[in-house]
């Protein structure tokens, strides 16, 4: 029932800021918590940083920590990450996804998931 759609991609060069939006629509009463997760060309799908609705407790992936930061606008049910620093590592395509779960514990636990946007950033 729940939508999720994110937007904010784009080329940069390394040492630049892009923030992602992740914007949650429809049936939005089961969602707990968000995630953004990232896929690179030949890597697996890994997760880069969640947050929960009620509480607003955060999560990031040690490759992010420091650079990354997630937010959210209750009100708006949309969901942030600003990214700050960016590496060439950090090229992938980004997905956002909602969880039902209120502090889901892996990817299985998002049940609906964006359609990706491209962040690629060069050197």
């Known amino acids: 029932q729940v939508a999720v759609l994110e937007s904010g991609g784009g080329l940069v060069q390394a040492g630049d800021s892009l923030r992602l939006s992740c914007a949650a629509s429809?049936?939005?009463?089961?969602?707990?918590?968000m995630g953004w997760f990232r896929q690179a060309p030949g890597r697996e799908r890994e997760v880069v940083a969640r947050i929960t609705w009620s509480g607003g407790s955060t999560y990031y992936a040690d490759s992010v920590k420091g650079r990354f930061t997630i937010s959210r606008d209750v009100a708006k049910h949309t969901v942030y990450l600003q990214m700050n620093s960016l590496k060439p590592e950090d090229t992938a395509v980004y997905y956002c996804a909602a969880s039902s779960v209120s502090w889901p514990r892996s990817a299985e636990a998002f049940g609906v998931w964006g359609q990706g946007t491209q962040v690629t950033v060069s050197s």
């Open positions: 429809g049936n939005t009463f089961f969602s707990r918590a």
